[in-house]
Nanobody, 127 residues
């Protein structure tokens, strides 16, 4: 059974930084692309970033490009999302996700690509 557990969220002032972590279990982590999405109240879940299984490839959503960085440590079964220059509009619940199949990446910006989700971690950015 695949389990994804996010941590690292909290309250931060605008312009600040934080790093989210997601620990995965129940899958061959080093063969799976990992993704990050976010959902603000009253809005649809939005793609944030994805990282290929070998860490060499990444996609970013337009809203976070240049401010957020996704990375992974396959030895620790962990994917990270570094958030910098945070804005109030970044306030959301951030979710880690793993796809339905290993060794796939090209559709990793799409919600339907993913079959496993974490419980989410709240990020609140105050102005």
């Amino acid at each position: 059974q695949v389990q994804l557990v996010e941590s690292g969220g909290g309250l931060v002032q605008a312009g600040g930084s934080m790093t989210l972590s997601c620990v995965a279990s129940g899958l061959a982590f080093d063969t799976y692309t990992m993704g990050w999405f976010r959902q603000a109240p009253g809005k649809e879940r939005e793609f944030v970033a994805s990282n290929g299984w070998d860490g060499d490839n990444a996609y970013y959503g337009d809203a976070v490009l240049g401010r957020f960085t996704v990375s992974r440590d396959n030895a620790k079964n962990t994917v990270y999302l570094q958030l910098k220059n945070l804005k109030p509009e970044d306030t959301a619940v951030y979710y880690c996700a793993a796809p339905k199949l290993p060794r796939a990446f090209s559709r990793s910006m799409q919600y339907s690509f993913y079959g496993h989700w974490g419980q989410g971690t709240q990020v609140t950015v105050s102005s």
